[in-house]
């Protein structure tokens, strides 16, 4: 019964929709899940075993970096070893019959022969106990004579030493590896053999290996020691250093102004460190750069589900178009019934899907066709009054304006210039605060309103009171509520100007800002102290001027809004400003 009466529930629910939403929406929903379930699948399979493939790979490939670089530390040894072993470079040096300069050109020419066919190596010193140098290179040619420090390092020690970097006069780097010269039969210590290796051959041993998302170096105790910027050879790298190499095998990631870098760090064999070698093996690959694949991948899937959920959705639409189609065929035949009685068919059914809406259009129809016909005759009668209404109000002002127009010519003729501008003041006035029936007139015409009424008020009380204007040039052409300036000027001749003993001044000052137009009506008559604003200020304050000061502000708030309106300043002895605030976005 509870899973009976739970159907009934989620069946009246879903017949709350129509037909054909119902099944668009349970074919995207079904269809979008799997897409969103293979798109995350495939997101964590890309995310979580391609980047370790990736960074396995990483891994793998310092690693045969580094056997290369430890296979090249092998051949400098065993180069070593064939100078130890060479009898000639002995018999050589120890023979005192053969002049230096003969000495020299033997022992160039066997180190010539050893190292006949090998990049690896820029130069060959052999630095005697009593400090005779033989080298490889010539003396004009030859990269510098050894440091007393260094040549006692060698001497001090049993394994081989890594010097600091040299560099030749084209800028070329290499690194000295040095080792004692004895006789290998007799252990007689003869003196020190220095290689100095080319910091290039070390280079392009793994130069290649990231080229396009990465980078990698060579360093030895913190010491760079080979670099694609060869700038930075022979710098150290401090502690907090964020390229400084790891002590385990391993990588870390990084980042910098946004970039994520792996840095990945390979230690060389320490069987290597019995032949005077430490060096760690440092890789800096763009994560982005490095991933860009499955960041591809990943933008394509979404591209194919986007692709895939448009065909879908008009796939869906298609499909509930097909079933729903008789459907609309019976709600466009039940439209054109207009001649016979369909109540006696109408049945209340509490569901609200297409057969629903096919039985009840029908009646919704008759009852508003009905309803509109009554609405019409009875908009045609208003509209007829309101021009007859119309029609009357336009000619007792027409009246008004040709009979004012009559006594301004006829002063004219009379020559009294006083009454003429007068009365065209007063015509002014009318024809610009009647317009025609308008609620609303443009700044400049609100304007030419005050003036008309200013001249009339000048003419009763001359030499009485001065009036300035300050109108921002953006703001004369904007259409605003009609008689909302008058009204307030009128007010501060009557009760602020008249009552003031000597001349008096009104400023009116309109500015348009960021969300409101803004009026000031400022005078210095005398003032009042009925309150600062228009719920505090006493009835007859407020009621004195033609329209109102109250009336005016209701007119602003019915029009606009209740946040806009009239806000009062006054102070005895000093005069009165009304602040006018009305909506920036008017009616056309």
Known sequence: MVKLTMANRMDSWMRRFKIKSRIVVVLLVGLSLHLVLMLVIFNFYSYTYLQKDLYRHVVQTQRQIGLSVELMVDDIQMLFLRFLVNSDIYQIINNDS???ADK???IGAIIDGMLAQNDLVGNVIINTNDNMLYSYQSKEQMLEVPEALFIKRIQESSMPVVGEIKRDGDGNAYIPFGQQFRNFNTGQNIGVVIIYVREAALADLYSSSFTGIGYSFLTSSERIISHPDKRLLGNFLEENAPLRPGQKEGYRTWSDNGNSYIIATYPLNPRLETLGVSWEFTSVISS?????GIAKGNRNALLFASVTFIVLLILSFYLAAKITRPLLNLKKKLSLFGKKDLAAVYEQRAQVDEIFQLENSYYQMVERISQLMLEKDEEKEKQRKAELTALQSQINPHFLYNTLDAIAWIARLKKQPDIERLISSLATFFRISLHKGDKFVTVDEEIRLVESFV??????????FEIE??????????????LILQPIAENAIKHGISEKRGMGRIWIKGELLEDEIRFTVTDDGVGFANGATLSQAKEDVLFQSGYGLRNVDERIKLEYGPQYGLSISSTPGQGTTVTISLKKELPN
């Open 98 to 100: 053969l002049p230096a």
């Open 104 to 106: 020299e050109l033997r």
């Open 288 to 292: 982005h750069k490095l991933l860009e």
């Open 455 to 464: 001249t009339v008020e000048q003419m009763r009380f001359p030499n009485k």
């Open 469 to 482: 204007y300050d109108i921002e040039e953006s703001l004369r052409k904007v259409r605003i509520l009609k």
